[in-house]
Nanobody
Framework: QVQLVESGGGLVQPGGSLRLSCAAS????????IAWFRQAPGKEREGVLC????????YYVDSVKGRFTISRDNAKKTASLQMNNLKPEDTAVYFC?????????????WGKGILVTVSS
């Protein structure tokens, strides 16, 4: 059974850093692109970053360029989102998701999400 579990969230001050991890099970990660989405309070869910199965990076939003980095380890079935220079507007529940139709396609599996709060 496919399962995605996020970890590494929490409270951080503006300008600080967090590293989110996504552990996958029940599949071969090589076959999927892996993406990070987020949903801020009262707002629609938006894509953040995606790393294709060909290791090509797709930015869904410009606001994280130069601050966020996505990576994956297919053998360990994990992916990470390194978030630097965090801003209050980055506060959201962050989700990892997998796609077998490319980063511009639909997501096939979703994690339950993890809260990131950026506040002083």
């Amino acid at each position: 059974q496919v399962q995605l579990v996020e970890s590494g969230g929490g409270l951080v001050q503006p300008g600080g850093s967090l590293r989110l991890s996504c552990a996958a099970s029940g599949l071969t990660l090589d076959y999927y692109g892996i993406a990070w989405f987020r949903q801020a309070p009262g707002k629609e869910r938006e894509g953040v970053l995606c790393l294709g199965r060909n290791f090509r990076v797709t930015y869904y939003v410009d606001s994280v360029k130069g601050r966020f980095t996505i990576s994956r380890d297919n053998a360990k079935k994990t992916a990470s989102l390194q978030m630097n220079n965090l801003k209050p507007e980055d506060t959201a529940v962050y989700f990892c998701a997998l796609t077998n139709t490319g980063c511009l396609g639909g997501m096939d599996y979703w994690g339950k999400g993890i809260l990131v709060t950026v506040s002083s």
